[in-house]
């Protein structure tokens, strides 16, 4: 009789996290990506604006949008970041997962895709804290005025809360050089 009164207990706590909690994650990440609306990065010293463009809260899972400008020369840069909120709470480890996608966005308002391929992503962690992770497995780019940057394997991985400043850990693999000019002049 008793084992069977653990097993419904059991049952019912799990039926009633796996029902409840993602709603209320999803709720809570809207609310978190809604500040962004109205605060912005005031607090932020660099030249950016961001904004939520769009919200799409579901039980299980959601869709944000968010947009960023860095005025920094004469045409600013343009990014739109849309996170796939993973809102099914793993308990004592994470309460969602965001798989974050970064695009270009040209003066009509076009998204393309960034020259290169990036794989970031943000667990919420079950006690308050971020752990976010940026990473490139292989980088080769080229602009028309001869920058050329070449890296493979690198990681970029932020570890904080919310409302505190991050801590920033960086690898690259030791053979891949980051900067190459593609001209030489000689004299």
């Known amino acids: 009789m008793k084992r069977s009164q653990i097993a419904i207990a059991v049952s019912v706590v799990v039926l009633a996290w796996v ?26 010293s ?11 809260r579901g039980w299980f899972s959601s869709t944000a949008k968010t947009e960023y400008a860095i005025s920094m020369g004469a045409q600013p840069i343009r990014l739109a970041v849309t996170h ?52 490139a497995p292989e980088i080769n780019w080229q602009n028309q005025e001869g920058l050329h940057i070449v890296g493979k394997n690198l990681n970029l991985n932020f570890h904080g809360k919310s409302g505190e ?13 980051l900067l190459r000019p593609l001209r030489s002049t000689s004299i």
């Open 19 to 44: 029902a409840v909690v993602p709603g209320l994650v999803g709720m809570r990440a809207e609310a978190e990506l809604g500040k962004i609306d109205q605060d912005g990065l005031s607090t932020s």
């Open 46 to 56: 660099l030249p950016i604006s961001a904004k939520l463009a769009s919200f799409q």
């Open 84 to 135: 796939q909120i993973n809102q099914f709470a793993i308990p004592f480890y994470r309460w969602a997962k965001i798989t974050h996608t970064i695009a270009l966005v040209d003066d009509k308002g076009v998204e393309t895709p960034l020259p290169v391929k990036l794989d970031a992503s943000t667990d919420k962690l079950f006690f308050g804290g971020l752990s976010t992770n940026v990473a």
């Open 165 to 177: 400043t991050q801590n920033t850990n960086s690898t690259c693999h030791p053979s891949a050089p």
